[in-house]
């Protein structure tokens, strides 16, 4: 991107398994010393498995049909029961995927995100791609996707870090410790560009923006969560999302974090009212909810996540009408985009 940032990587990792997914959250100190967090997931992937840049650089392995149904099983077990451990001693790969934050806290008052009332500002351009660009340096990264802290769309500058990590992600180069190291391996020269996918609670001027200049590998991910935080109708967004995919041909997906309370008959059958008329330009992302997976005692929420049983009964009565369904972690890239 036009112009460079600094950012130190901190000591402070957490790195935890969720499911199929092993994730590293890592926090960044940038220039003018204020604090924003990272996410690196790595995903099994099989016989299904979509993407580029699979693997690490140092130890990497490509992607396997040997792995077949037990792939299917363990993305079926429902959360939590099944590790990455789990596929020991099989033909698997990984996808990579990087979560970025947009801003440093948040203007939204979303119910079931910690991040919301504490906005200070957002970030730039550099300092978006810059937590790519740090994970890149020893990865191939196949996937990015905006769903950190922050709201995206309400951040000028995510629209150009967006369409540069779709576009031009081969010209970034990364200086460590004084040397300069490209983030684009000399082998992958002529691989694809990461996928890029940015999640909003919505924007419709953002919405349109981004699908004027949306390349083909930029997909966009629009909560209809009912307790986010929204300036506008979901009826209105819903219809931008039309726009987008009409003008960009790509699917829509619509996320919705599974969520005790909030998974009931009449939320399934508002799921369904969303995707009337849209069978064939949007699918559905369920998203795993993760409470105090590194909040402090003090500040966990009372938000508990949906059960196995819920979620699987959701993922059925949604794909008995037809629904395009996926699910996984909230740092993942959605699944239902990769099918």
């Keep these: 991107s036009r112009g460079s940032t600094m950012l ?5 990792v957490l790195k935890f398994k969720l499911g199929w997914c092993e994730l590293t959250k890592v926090l960044f100190k940038l220039e003018d010393g204020a604090l924003t967090e990272t996410v690196f997931s790595q995903a099994l992937v099989g016989s299904r498995g979509v993407g580029g840049g699979l ?3 140092r130890n990497s392995s490509s992607s396997s049909s040997s792995l077949g149904s037990r792939y299917d099983e363990l993305r079926s077990s429902g959360p939590g029961m099944a590790s990455m451990t789990d596929c020991v001693g099989t033909d698997v790969a990984m996808r990579n995927t990087v979560c970025v934050s947009s801003q440093i806290g948040c203007r939204r008052m979303c119910g079931h995100c910690s991040s919301g009332g504490r906005f200070q500002r957002d970030l730039t351009a550099s300092e978006i791609v810059g937590q790519v660009a740090a994970f890149a340096v020893d990865h191939e ?6 769903q950190g802290t922050g709201e995206p769309l309400d951040n000028p500058a995510v629209c150009h870090a967006a369409h540069f990590l779709a576009t031009s992600f081969h010209k970034l180069t990364c200086t460590c410790d004084g040397v300069d190291v ?5 082998e992958a020269q002529t691989a694809s560009q990461p996928t890029i996918c940015v999640s909003t609670v919505g924007s419709s001027s953002g919405i349109r923006q981004m699908a004027l200049v949306a390349p083909e590998n930029l997909s966009l991910m629009l909560s209809v969560m009912p307790d986010v935080e929204r300036g506008e109708p979901l009826s209105e967004l819903l219809a931008c999302s039309d726009e987008f995919a009409a003008r960009t041909g790509r699917p829509v ?19 369904l009212a969303h995707m009337r008329g849209r069978m064939e330009s949007h699918v559905l992302q369920l998203v795993q909810y993760h409470p105090n997976c590194d909040a402090l005692p003090a500040s966990r929420s009372p938000v508990r996540p949906s059960t196995p049983t819920a979620i699987r009964h959701c993922v059925a009565r949604l ?3 037809g629904c395009r369904v996926g699910f996984g972690q909230y740092c993942e890239f959605p699944s239902a985009l990769l099918d």
């Design 141 to 146: 990264i196949g996937h990015v996707v905006f």
């Design 55 to 57: 693997g690490s650089r």
């Design 253 to 271: 997906a619509l996320s919705y974090t599974m969520i005790e309370g909030l998974d009931t008959e009449r939320h399934i059958d508002g799921l």
């Design 182 to 186: 490209d983030c684009w391996p000399k």
């Design 8 to 12: 130190q990587r901190l000591p402070h």
């Design 319 to 321: 794909k008995e009408h």
